[in-house]
Protein backbone atom coordinates (compact mmCIF):
# COMPACT_ATOMS: atom_id res chain seq x y z
CA UNK A 1 0.00 0.00 0.00
CA UNK A 2 1.04 3.69 -0.58
CA UNK A 3 2.40 5.73 1.94
CA UNK A 4 -0.87 8.32 0.82
CA UNK A 5 -3.06 5.98 0.91
CA UNK A 6 -5.07 5.69 3.96
CA UNK A 7 -7.22 2.56 3.82
CA UNK A 8 -7.60 0.24 0.85
CA UNK A 9 -10.44 1.78 -1.20
CA UNK A 10 -13.81 -0.39 -2.34
CA UNK A 11 -14.84 0.85 -6.02
CA UNK A 12 -18.84 2.10 -5.60
CA UNK A 13 -20.23 1.60 -9.15
CA UNK A 14 -23.12 4.19 -8.55
CA UNK A 15 -19.97 7.00 -7.92
CA UNK A 16 -16.59 6.27 -9.04
CA UNK A 17 -15.09 6.40 -12.17
CA UNK A 18 -11.57 5.39 -13.96
CA UNK A 19 -10.00 8.16 -16.15
CA UNK A 20 -7.32 6.19 -19.04
CA UNK A 21 -5.47 9.13 -20.16
CA UNK A 22 -3.61 8.82 -23.36
CA UNK A 23 -2.66 5.17 -23.12
CA UNK A 24 -1.15 5.39 -26.88
CA UNK A 25 1.54 3.91 -28.41
CA UNK A 26 2.68 7.48 -29.07
CA UNK A 27 3.87 8.15 -25.46
CA UNK A 28 5.23 4.22 -25.52
CA UNK A 29 8.42 2.53 -26.76
CA UNK A 30 9.25 3.68 -30.83
CA UNK A 31 6.41 6.48 -29.99
CA UNK A 32 6.78 10.07 -31.15
CA UNK A 33 7.11 11.16 -27.83
CA UNK A 34 8.24 7.72 -26.08
CA UNK A 35 8.03 7.69 -22.31
CA UNK A 36 10.65 5.15 -20.59
CA UNK A 37 8.48 2.52 -19.23
CA UNK A 38 5.61 3.92 -20.74
CA UNK A 39 4.84 0.20 -22.03
CA UNK A 40 5.04 -1.21 -18.30
CA UNK A 41 1.43 0.71 -17.64
CA UNK A 42 -0.39 -1.24 -19.66
CA UNK A 43 -0.82 -4.60 -17.82
CA UNK A 44 -1.82 -2.76 -14.69
CA UNK A 45 -3.86 -0.22 -16.57
CA UNK A 46 -6.19 -3.27 -18.47
CA UNK A 47 -6.98 -4.91 -14.72
CA UNK A 48 -8.11 -1.71 -13.40
CA UNK A 49 -10.17 -0.82 -16.56
CA UNK A 50 -11.28 -4.71 -16.18
CA UNK A 51 -11.81 -3.97 -12.40
CA UNK A 52 -14.16 -0.46 -13.11
CA UNK A 53 -15.71 -2.21 -16.07
CA UNK A 54 -17.05 -0.41 -19.23
CA UNK A 55 -19.68 1.79 -17.45
CA UNK A 56 -17.74 3.17 -15.02
CA UNK A 57 -14.73 4.02 -17.36
CA UNK A 58 -13.52 7.30 -19.74
CA UNK A 59 -10.32 7.26 -21.80
CA UNK A 60 -8.83 10.56 -23.40
CA UNK A 61 -6.76 10.92 -26.43
CA UNK A 62 -4.03 13.06 -26.98
CA UNK A 63 -4.63 14.24 -30.71
CA UNK A 64 -2.82 17.20 -32.82
CA UNK A 65 -2.58 18.48 -35.99
CA UNK A 66 0.52 18.85 -38.01
CA UNK A 67 1.55 22.92 -37.32
CA UNK A 68 -0.02 23.03 -33.77
CA UNK A 69 1.46 25.61 -31.13
CA UNK A 70 3.14 22.54 -29.14
CA UNK A 71 4.77 21.14 -31.30
CA UNK A 72 8.77 21.60 -32.07
CA UNK A 73 8.52 21.22 -36.20
CA UNK A 74 6.30 23.63 -36.10
CA UNK A 75 9.41 25.96 -35.63
CA UNK A 76 12.19 26.39 -37.43
CA UNK A 77 15.96 25.83 -35.49
CA UNK A 78 13.97 24.30 -32.46
CA UNK A 79 15.36 20.73 -30.70
CA UNK A 80 12.40 18.39 -29.66
CA UNK A 81 11.94 18.75 -26.12
CA UNK A 82 12.70 22.43 -25.43
CA UNK A 83 11.37 24.14 -22.86
CA UNK A 84 10.65 28.29 -24.17
CA UNK A 85 9.10 31.30 -22.08
CA UNK A 86 7.37 33.86 -22.94
CA UNK A 87 10.23 36.37 -23.01
CA UNK A 88 11.84 33.74 -25.28
CA UNK A 89 9.56 34.07 -27.61
CA UNK A 90 8.99 37.76 -27.63
CA UNK A 91 12.51 38.26 -29.54
CA UNK A 92 11.33 35.89 -32.28
CA UNK A 93 10.27 36.88 -35.64
CA UNK A 94 8.13 35.46 -38.16
CA UNK A 95 11.17 33.48 -39.98
CA UNK A 96 10.83 31.27 -36.36
CA UNK A 97 7.64 29.66 -37.88
CA UNK A 98 7.28 26.34 -39.99
CA UNK A 99 5.32 27.00 -43.27
CA UNK A 100 2.99 24.92 -42.12
CA UNK A 101 2.38 26.25 -38.86
CA UNK A 102 -1.25 26.83 -38.03
CA UNK A 103 -1.16 29.85 -35.84
CA UNK A 104 0.25 33.92 -36.14
CA UNK A 105 3.12 34.92 -34.35
CA UNK A 106 1.07 37.39 -32.64
CA UNK A 107 -1.58 34.35 -31.92
CA UNK A 108 1.79 32.94 -30.17
CA UNK A 109 3.27 35.90 -28.79
CA UNK A 110 -0.68 35.97 -27.26
CA UNK A 111 -0.47 32.65 -25.77
CA UNK A 112 3.09 32.59 -24.24
CA UNK A 113 1.97 35.40 -22.31
CA UNK A 114 -0.78 33.34 -20.41
CA UNK A 115 0.59 30.36 -19.94
CA UNK A 116 4.01 31.77 -19.36
CA UNK A 117 6.18 28.55 -20.72
CA UNK A 118 5.81 25.83 -23.38
CA UNK A 119 7.52 22.78 -23.82
CA UNK A 120 7.72 22.32 -27.57
CA UNK A 121 7.53 18.29 -28.09
CA UNK A 122 8.82 16.16 -30.28
CA UNK A 123 5.82 15.74 -32.76
CA UNK A 124 3.56 12.66 -31.61
CA UNK A 125 -0.09 11.83 -31.59
CA UNK A 126 -0.91 13.16 -35.03
CA UNK A 127 -4.56 12.13 -34.92
CA UNK A 128 -4.44 10.13 -38.81
CA UNK A 129 -1.33 8.30 -37.48
CA UNK A 130 -1.76 5.01 -36.28
CA UNK A 131 0.33 5.28 -32.94
CA UNK A 132 -2.23 8.15 -32.02
CA UNK A 133 -4.87 5.59 -31.64
CA UNK A 134 -6.08 3.67 -27.98
CA UNK A 135 -3.36 1.46 -27.09
CA UNK A 136 -4.37 -2.19 -28.88
CA UNK A 137 -4.88 -4.08 -25.85
CA UNK A 138 -7.81 -1.40 -25.65
CA UNK A 139 -10.74 -1.19 -27.29
CA UNK A 140 -13.50 1.93 -27.66
CA UNK A 141 -15.77 -0.83 -26.24
CA UNK A 142 -13.94 -0.56 -22.78
CA UNK A 143 -15.37 3.15 -22.14
CA UNK A 144 -18.39 4.92 -22.29
CA UNK A 145 -16.95 7.78 -22.85
CA UNK A 146 -13.68 9.39 -25.42
CA UNK A 147 -12.56 12.81 -24.72
CA UNK A 148 -9.86 13.81 -27.72
CA UNK A 149 -7.94 16.72 -26.68
CA UNK A 150 -5.33 18.67 -27.99
CA UNK A 151 -6.84 19.30 -31.45
CA UNK A 152 -7.00 23.13 -31.25
CA UNK A 153 -3.92 23.85 -33.10
CA UNK A 154 -3.33 27.07 -31.04
CA UNK A 155 -3.46 25.39 -27.42
CA UNK A 156 -2.11 22.65 -25.85
CA UNK A 157 -3.99 20.77 -23.68
CA UNK A 158 -2.65 18.56 -20.93
CA UNK A 159 -5.57 18.04 -18.77
CA UNK A 160 -8.48 16.10 -19.56
CA UNK A 161 -10.84 18.95 -17.80
CA UNK A 162 -9.17 22.13 -19.14
CA UNK A 163 -6.98 23.04 -21.82
CA UNK A 164 -3.74 24.66 -21.23
CA UNK A 165 -5.40 28.19 -21.80
CA UNK A 166 -8.16 27.74 -18.79
CA UNK A 167 -10.92 26.68 -20.81
CA UNK A 168 -13.28 23.50 -20.09
CA UNK A 169 -13.20 20.28 -22.11
CA UNK A 170 -16.90 19.32 -20.81
CA UNK A 171 -15.73 16.41 -19.00
CA UNK A 172 -16.54 17.36 -15.94
CA UNK A 173 -20.44 17.60 -16.98
CA UNK A 174 -20.53 14.74 -18.25
CA UNK A 175 -19.11 12.65 -15.19
CA UNK A 176 -21.74 14.55 -12.98
CA UNK A 177 -24.44 13.47 -15.60
CA UNK A 178 -23.66 10.22 -14.68
CA UNK A 179 -23.81 10.54 -10.85
CA UNK A 180 -19.87 10.56 -10.27
CA UNK A 181 -18.19 11.77 -7.67
CA UNK A 182 -14.67 10.07 -6.97
CA UNK A 183 -12.51 9.98 -10.13
CA UNK A 184 -9.87 7.77 -10.47
CA UNK A 185 -6.59 8.35 -13.02
CA UNK A 186 -3.55 5.96 -14.71
CA UNK A 187 -2.43 6.49 -18.15
CA UNK A 188 0.33 8.59 -19.56
CA UNK A 189 2.60 10.93 -17.85
CA UNK A 190 2.46 11.31 -14.39
CA UNK A 191 3.59 14.61 -14.58
CA UNK A 192 1.82 15.82 -17.45
CA UNK A 193 -1.57 14.71 -18.77
CA UNK A 194 -2.38 12.70 -15.73
CA UNK A 195 -1.24 15.35 -13.70
CA UNK A 196 -2.96 18.06 -14.87
CA UNK A 197 -5.80 16.04 -15.32
CA UNK A 198 -5.71 15.02 -11.61
CA UNK A 199 -5.38 18.91 -10.49
CA UNK A 200 -8.44 19.51 -13.44
CA UNK A 201 -10.56 17.24 -11.67
CA UNK A 202 -10.07 18.72 -8.16
CA UNK A 203 -10.77 21.75 -9.08
CA UNK A 204 -14.16 20.50 -10.50
CA UNK A 205 -15.19 19.53 -6.81
CA UNK A 206 -14.21 15.85 -7.36
CA UNK A 207 -12.60 13.75 -5.04
CA UNK A 208 -9.72 12.51 -7.15
CA UNK A 209 -6.90 9.17 -6.89
CA UNK A 210 -3.71 8.51 -9.55
CA UNK A 211 -2.86 4.80 -9.71
CA UNK A 212 0.75 5.32 -9.51
CA UNK A 213 1.77 1.77 -10.94
CA UNK A 214 -0.51 2.63 -13.82
CA UNK A 215 1.73 6.02 -14.95
CA UNK A 216 5.13 6.72 -15.29
CA UNK A 217 6.52 10.27 -15.64
CA UNK A 218 8.40 12.52 -18.12
CA UNK A 219 10.67 13.75 -15.57
CA UNK A 220 11.62 16.44 -18.08
CA UNK A 221 12.34 19.47 -16.72
CA UNK A 222 13.87 18.80 -13.45
CA UNK A 223 11.69 18.56 -10.97
CA UNK A 224 8.63 17.89 -12.92
CA UNK A 225 7.65 15.28 -10.80
CA UNK A 226 8.46 16.90 -6.93
CA UNK A 227 6.24 19.37 -7.87
CA UNK A 228 3.31 17.90 -9.03
CA UNK A 229 3.24 15.24 -6.02
CA UNK A 230 3.87 18.77 -4.07
CA UNK A 231 0.73 19.89 -5.81
CA UNK A 232 -1.00 16.84 -5.23
CA UNK A 233 -0.30 16.89 -1.25
CA UNK A 234 -1.58 21.18 -1.35
CA UNK A 235 -5.35 19.48 -3.56
CA UNK A 236 -5.83 16.64 -1.24
CA UNK A 237 -4.97 14.29 -4.30
CA UNK A 238 -4.57 10.79 -3.20
CA UNK A 239 -1.89 8.99 -4.62
CA UNK A 240 -2.38 5.14 -4.25
CA UNK A 241 -1.73 1.52 -6.17
CA UNK A 242 -3.51 -0.81 -7.97
CA UNK A 243 -3.65 -3.33 -5.11
CA UNK A 244 -4.78 -0.69 -3.20
CA UNK A 245 -8.57 -0.41 -4.90
CA UNK A 246 -10.91 -3.85 -4.19
CA UNK A 247 -13.93 -4.58 -6.37
CA UNK A 248 -17.56 -3.52 -5.11
Known amino acids: MSNLAQARIVVNPGTDVLGNIDIQKTFMRRGGLAIKDGDLI???ARKNTDLFGPENTFASLDWHQDGNISLHDSYVGIEPNTLVTAEDVSGWT????????????????????RVKSQVLWARHGIYYAPESQIHPSFSRDDFFFVLIKGMDPKCDSFSAFFDNLGRPTGLAEVLRRWGKRRVFLQGLAFDYCVGWSAEGAA??????????????????????????????????????????????
Open 94 to 113: QDRLATHALFSLAELTEYMR
Open 42 to 44: VEA
Open 203 to 248: KEGFEVFVIEDATKPVGFPDGSVERMRASFAEKGIRVINSADILPA
